[in-house]
């Protein structure tokens, strides 16, 4: 019988479901998935969506590609802890970007 490891889960799941809210954050604009966003900010939804849809599909194929490499091999015990790292530093990333926002000139 076929098992997958506890980590492999956790990992594919998590994975799965930042996908799912990246998708509907970015394509669908469910900006409200966001914590503290509202429509009373200076950014707007578009970008909001555009630029937090981005980060949250990538943080979870990254997370998808890290669970499939747990399945298919074994990993150090520190690539965890390195991916988490790099998930804190894309959301800094991301705070950074959309408290920075200035729009772009039409003229």
Do not use: C, H
């Not at 889960?9 to 970015?26: D, H, P, R, S, Y």
């Not at 394509?27 to 009373?40: H, N």
């Not at 707007?44 to 490499?69: F, K, Q, S």
């Amino acid at each position: 019988m076929f098992g997958l490891p506890s980590m492999a889960l956790q990992w594919l799941g998590v994975g799965v479901l930042l996908l799912t809210a990246g998708a509907l954050i970015k394509f669908r604009g469910w900006t409200f998935l966001l914590a503290g966003y509202d429509k009373t900010s200076p950014v707007p939804d578009g970008v909001v969506a555009d630029i937090a849809g981005n980060t949250v599909l990538r943080i979870g194929l990254a997370a998808i590609a890290l669970g499939v490499l747990i399945v298919i091999t074994d990993i150090p015990s520190y690539l965890p802890v390195v991916f988490e790292v790099i998930i804190l530093l894309a959301v800094v990333r991301l705070i950074y970007r959309l408290y920075t926002y200035t729009p772009a000139n039409t003229t």
